[in-house]
């Protein structure tokens, strides 16, 4: 860290069902002078505030417009549907868009998910956020799919949920803007990355160090320098001269 670094706070912003645990424990550790704070925000709005300086970095669900931003796409969910726990889904470990075509299936306003043809059939209403749709979900009203971990953070105790095949999927990604990527951000994005603390985080220090190369590369030219200092012990055959004998003790020439 940085003396610029001292006293600054780093904001990351999160869109619901991303866990940003581990990677603030990370940093935490490693950056005990400059404490995280967390923003959570919708997954409509994260983009926004990240543009408006809102958020150091953050994660999003793509796809998002990336105008102005760097992406590190991290990883892909998987989708599931919910359901009420006495819904024939229920009863199995997985199903297929097919299983679903006689259900009322609800779109939120808030969905993250891009869909070409979305499976089942049309509710009634579009609810405006996942959340209200998980509600009506429990009402009997139709069923939602959602990435897993939307599933798991609005989880009920008469809903449950089945993972659905061949559907599209959310990807999770970190996002910054490209004209504020700052050694913080570069710190963050080794984090993510999986770097250790002694690996390179891709920033310049205030005093850069020698890089092992550049240390090998100059062995030669040091050697080529000691050389004139090592002849000086030679004569001008090449070879070393002799040392003078010493006179032993107690003998007198004669």
Same mark, same amino acid.
């Given at each position: 860290m940085t003396d610029g670094?001292?006293? #600054? =706070?780093? %904001? /990351?912003a999160y869109v619901p069902g991303v866990t940003?645990?581990? @990677?603030?424990?990370? @940093?935490t550790e490693r950056m005990p002078g400059v404490p995280i704070t967390l923003v959570e925000v919708s997954a409509a709005e994260v983009v926004g505030l990240l543009r408006d300086g809102g958020a150091d970095a953050g994660f999003v669900r793509l796809p998002v417009? #990336?105008?102005? /931003?760097?992406?590190?796409?991290l990883y892909v969910e998987t989708?599931?549907?919910? =359901?009420?726990?006495?819904?024939?889904?229920a009863a199995a470990d997985e199903v297929t868009v097919d299983d679903l075509t006689d259900d009322e299936v609800f779109h939120p306003l808030d969905d993250t998910i891009e869909w070409t043809v979305r499976p089942g059939l049309p509710a009634f209403t579009r609810p405006a956020t996942t959340a209200a749709a998980v509600e009506l979900v429990a009402s009997g009203a139709g069923l939602l799919l959602v990435p897993q971990s939307l599933a798991r953070l609005h989880?009920? #105790?008469? /809903?449950?949920?089945?993972?659905?095949?061949? *559907?599209?999927?959310?990807?999770?990604a970190l996002a910054w803007p490209t004209d504020?990527? *700052?050694? /913080? =951000?570069?710190d963050f994005i080794g984090i993510v990355r999986g770097r250790t603390a002694n690996s390179s985080r891709g920033r310049t220090p205030d005093s850069p160090a020698?890089?092992?190369?550049?240390?090998?590369?100059k062995k030669p030219a040091q050697r080529q320098a000691q050389?004139?200092?090592?002849?000086?012990?030679?004569?001008?055959?090449?070879?070393?001269?002799?040392?003078?004998?010493?006179?032993?003790?107690?003998?007198?020439? %004669?």
């Open positions: 670094e001292t006293g #600054r =706070v780093f %904001r /990351l940003p645990a581990k @990677w603030v424990n990370i @940093w417009d #990336r105008d102005g /931003l760097s992406v590190i796409p989708t599931v549907v919910v =359901v009420p726990r006495d819904h024939a889904v989880h009920r #105790r008469d /809903l449950t949920y089945r993972p659905v095949l061949d *559907t599209p999927q959310s990807q999770v504020a990527t *700052t050694d /913080l =951000v570069e020698e890089k092992p190369a550049q240390q090998q590369a050389k004139p200092a090592q002849k000086s012990t030679q004569n001008g055959s090449g070879r070393r001269a002799a040392p003078a004998r010493r006179r032993g003790k107690g003998h007198r020439p %004669r």
